[in-house]
């Protein structure tokens, strides 16, 4: 199980350490893909570069990025997952990730719970 909590601007957030530091992960909803890393984490978790894919933006702008497969320390265990790399430094968590969790956001008492399902 994974805690966070809302924003005072509304975005749902958890804490995850990484690379012996702590780092701000929002989960994004509308992101359905696994991660998006800040650069500083590309060498901690020894990204592998897999390729060039399109990504299409809510905008409905299609952009391409580079894709890297990632061992990701999420929840207590290690996940294969695929991850691009922005400047910042802050995590996307997209929906990629979330497929054997229930998500849990209440707004109104401003908690994010994130327990994977049985």
Same mark, same amino acid.
């Given at each position: *199980? ?11 957030? #958890? ?54 497969? &990632? ?17 910042? /430094?802050? #995590?996307? #968590?997209?929906?990629? *990730? ?6 849990? #956001? /209440?707004? &109104? ?10």
């Amino acid at each position: *199980m994974i805690a966070g909590q809302v924003t005072e601007d509304g975005q749902p957030i #958890i804490r995850l350490t990484l690379g012996g530091r702590s780092w701000l992960a929002i989960v994004d909803s509308g992101f359905n893909g696994d991660l998006e890393l800040p650069n500083a984490l590309r060498g901690p978790l020894n990204a592998r570069f897999r390729g060039r894919e399109p990504w299409l933006l809510a905008s409905g702008q299609s952009v391409e990025e580079d894709v890297y497969s &990632v061992q990701f320390p999420f929840d207590d265990r290690i996940v294969d997952a695929e991850a691009t790399f922005a400047p910042g /430094d802050t #995590i996307l #968590i997209g929906t990629g *990730m979330l497929w054997s969790y229930r998500l849990t #956001i /209440d707004f &109104v008492a401003r908690t994010v719970l994130l327990e994977r399902a049985a």
